[in-house]
Structures are given as C-alpha cells and as structure tokens.
C-alpha cells in the first residue's frame, strides 16, 4: 500500500493533466466495472433497501425519489457540476471551464485512465448521496420539493464539499484531510442533511405511538446485498487503477461490513433475546459507512476494529441518539451514515499508522503525524458537517416558502404512492 494522502480519489489535476495519452486499459476497465457497481448501489440496492423500511402505502414513492435523483444529478453533473467540483478555481469552488463536459474527449487521459470514466465514475457518487437524504425525510415530504431540494442541495453543498476534500487546489485537501472513498464528501453531508431534513419537516404522523414497521424486509435484505457488493466498487475503484491498492480497500471493505453486522447483531441477542433481520443488514451498512473514508489506508486489522466499533457505536446512535434528540429520522441515516462518517473519518487518523502493527496501515504522508493528523480529520469534519447542517436548514426553508415541503395530513395518512403518484406499490386487488 502506498503512502498515505496520495490516494486522494480526486486526480487533484489541472486541466492540463488531462491530455493525450496511452490508455491503461486494465486501469480502464476496473474503473468502469466499479462506476457500474456503484451505480447499482442506487439503483436498485438503496432503493430496494430504504423501499422495504417504509410502510406499503410509501414504497414506490421511495423507489421513485430514488430513481429521479439518479436522473436529475446526472444532467447537473454533465451541465456544470462537474466541472464546479473538479477544475481550478478557488479553494472552496472550481471553476466552469468544463461546463457541459467542454473538453472531455475520448483522448482525454491521465494515469492511464479516460477522463470520461472519470467523469462518470463520480457521477454516481454524487447521485447517490443526495438519494442517502431520502431516508431522513420519508414517508412525509412533496414529491415536488423533493425534486427542488435535491437540486439545490447538489449544487450548494455536494459540489464545494467535494471540491473542498477531492478537487484540485480544496482547502480541505490542501491543508492535509483524507476522505479514500467518502466518509467526509458523502456520508456525513448525507447524515447530517437527513438529520436537519427530519428536524425541519417534523415527525410523521403518529410517531412516535403508532407502530411504522418496515413493510416488506425480503425487499430491504435484497437491497443490503446489492449494497455490499456495489460498495466494492464505492471503495476499490477509488484507488483509481486495478491495483494492490485497489485489492486492499475491496478486502478491508468486506471485513469492516462482517464485522459491523456480527456486532450489531451479538448486541441485539444479548439486548432483545434474539437476532433481527434489520439489525444484521442495517449493522453491514454500518460497518460499510465507517470503512469508506480509511478503506485506502488501513489493513484488514484495523478493519476488523472499525467495523466493531461501528456496529457499536451506531448502534448505540440508532436506539439512543434518535430518543434524546427526539427527531424522527424515518430509516436512521444519520445514526448510520452521519455517525459512520464521523467516526471512519476520524479513525483514520489513527488507524493509519504503521506502529500499530497487524492494526495499522501503511504510514501517514511525509510531515504528518498521527496527532497531526487527527487535528486535520477534526476540522474537516467540523467544517464539512457544520456547512452542511447550515445550508441544508437555508434550502429546506427557501423550498418551503416556495413550493411547500411536507404533503397534507390526509395525503400522509392515504400514502405518497397514490397522492404523489397516482399508482400504488402492490395492487392486490387485481390478483
């Protein structure tokens, strides 16, 4: 494994980077396997998974927010989001010298790899974030606003985060934060925007007295599948060559989520007497969520620490958190992704370090320490978390005042799937 900090999934590159040249095509290949994988992570694997979570009278409204994000994200990032994330500009924002993907070619090529595999390779990470937020915010909210919000909160907050920690010339990047595949740019931006999405929206109706069980768990068992196998591709296609490095994040991903799943599991059976479904599967996502920022940096023992921990202290977050803060952040994004974000971002900096022996990874950058570190970890995730929290509430006001964010109390009570959508999600009259 290479040194720490030089794995940024970010090229960190200029434009000039991008020039005419040889094609790694095994490089190549990999990536565009694991920008499919990742894309199948939203669709179907989160749509199947938050899908299931909701009640019958929901589901295909979820599925449906899920999929028009994927579409909608996709003509931003081609438009100009690409672009604002990923070209010089400021520290906090690149410029649009490659709107409407001015520039990209096929003989655009760096390390071996196409800029246009590039381009969609991210694609499908910034498309899956925003879909991550529906989970804060289901079962309650205009399918309408969904559409605005989305939007916005894509440009006015995914963007400049991810150029902040992954684009050339961010301050985050600059001042020596590392995010391998995530932690920072996707899952704490998603947790924390559920989290204030809930608390802006309010509790569904009758929670927290009214039983709201997840309606179909064949369906969110499936969707968790799909999840683990696409997040191969989340995390080792972010060392953006088919290489050791790769190989490393694939297996350290895959030992964090077992383990994360086995701990939350070990705690439910000690708590509750028995197992659950949604424990296992949820305890995976975890474990998967806390692995994402360290999985380019860490070996398989310090894998196997932070999945424990994850399933742990999510765990604890998910039962807990939801109770003190009184929120009801319908399928748990923040305790899982919000959490997961903050604790992998932070682990890192420990979890990195070659004293540690079978715990450890291969070494910080040259300068840095594991105090040094931790301190650069911190501010990112306070600066990243605080950002969002703040801009996330501003959007959800100014889509309220524009088109109104919650449906009535009589759609919430017939369900989004006929009110937003006029179908529903099972017809068993017809059978």
């Known amino acids: 494994m290479r040194k720490l900090m030089t794995l940024v999934p970010a090229l960190l590159l200029s434009d000039a980077a991008w020039a005419d040249g040889p094609v790694n095509s095994g490089d190549a290949a990999w990536m565009m396997t694991s920008t499919a994988l990742v894309l199948f992570m939203s669709l179907p694997g989160l749509a199947l998974f938050y899908g299931g979570l909701v009640r019958a009278k929901n589901v295909l409204s979820v599925l449906v927010q899920c ?6 994200v996709s003509l931003l990032w081609v438009i100009g989001a690409y672009s604002l994330a990923f070209t010089p500009g400021s520290g906090f924002i690149g410029g649009l010298s490659k709107a409407f993907l001015t520039g990209v070619a096929e003989d655009s090529v760096s390390g071996g790899i196409p800029e246009t595999v590039f381009v969609m390779f991210q694609l499908t990470f910034a498309a899956i974030t925003p879909a991550l937020v529906v989970g804060g915010f289901a079962e309650r909210m205009k399918f309408s606003a969904m559409l605005i919000f989305s939007v916005l909160w894509l440009l006015a907050v995914y963007v400049p985060v991810c150029h902040w ?5 961010g301050w985050l990047a600059e001042m020596g934060v590392v995010d391998f595949a995530g932690g920072l740019v996707v899952h704490i931006t998603a947790g924390m925007a559920a989290l204030v999405a809930a608390i802006r929206l309010g509790r569904r109706r009758g929670f927290p007295h009214t039983p709201m069980m997840p309606h179909n768990m064949t369906m969110t068992v499936t969707g968790a599948g799909m999840l683990w ?68 940096f860490v070996g398989p023992g310090g894998a196997l620490v932070i999945g424990l921990v994850a399933g742990l202290i999510c765990f604890s977050a998910t039962h807990y958190l939801k109770r003190v803060l009184n929120v009801d952040d319908s399928l748990d ?5 919000g959490v997961g974000g903050i604790l992998g971002s932070f682990a890192v900096a420990i979890f990195a370090s070659s004293q540690l022996g079978v715990f450890g990874g291969q070494g910080y950058a040259e300068g840095m320490t594991m105090g040094r570190q931790m301190v650069a970890q ?23 005042r524009v088109a109104g964010l919650r449906v009535s ?19 068993l009259q017809t059978l």
């Open 378 to 400: 911190l501010i990112g995730i306070a600066a990243v978390g605080g950002y969002t929290g703040i801009v996330t509430w501003g959007l959800l006001a100014l889509v309220d």
């Open 67 to 72: 999929f028009a994000i994927v579409c909608v």
């Open 333 to 337: 994004v923040f305790p899982v992704h």
């Open 229 to 296: 196998v696409g997040w191969f591709g989340f995390n080792g296609g972010s060392a953006l060559a088919a290489d050791g490095n790769a190989g490393m994040a694939i297996l350290v991903t895959h030992v964090s989520a077992a383990a994360g799943a086995l701990m939350w599991s070990a705690i439910e059976w000690v708590k509750y007497g028995k197992p659950s479904a949604l424990g296992i599967v949820t305890g995976m996502v975890a474990g998967l969520g806390t692995i994402t920022p360290a999985s380019g």
């Open 165 to 169: 920690v992954w684009g050339p010339g």
């Open 409 to 427: 109390e009589e759609e919430e009570t017939e369900g989004l799937d006929t009110t937003q959508h006029n179908e529903r999600g099972y017809d």
